[in-house]
């Protein structure tokens, strides 16, 4: 059974900084796509960065060059380092293994 978990979330300035983790326990971790998607109130949840099992990534045009998606297999620890964060980026972030199966979420909200 796969449990995921994220934490990192808060409430920051733009222009701040904030690191998302997310733990992933099972056996499926090491060989499985992660991925960090986000809903903002009134909108559609949608993709923000994408980690394969071999490390390769995509992320939203909108976070591009802002947000780094990294992974540690031996920790079964998926991150989201955020920066120059902008009030657009406000919502609810979640962690997702394989988009099958998914965490509570973290709350991540950006003032300007």
């Known amino acids: 059974q796969v449990q995921i978990l994220e934490s990192g979330g808060g409430l920051i300035e733009a222009g701040g900084s904030l690191t998302l983790s997310c733990s992933a326990s099972g056996r499926l971790f090491s060989i499985s796509a992660m991925g960090w998607h986000r809903q903002a109130p009134g909108k559609r949840r949608e993709l923000v960065a994408r980690i394969g099992s071999s490390g390769s990534t995509n992320y939203a045009d909108s976070v591009k060059g802002r947000f780094t998606i990294s992974r540690d297999n031996a920790k079964e620890m998926v991150y989201l380092q955020m920066n120059n964060l902008k009030p657009e980026d406000t919502g609810v972030y979640y962690c997702?293994?394989?988009?099958?199966?998914w965490g509570q979420g973290t709350q991540v909200t950006v003032t300007s």
């Open positions: 997702t293994l394989r988009e099958l199966y």
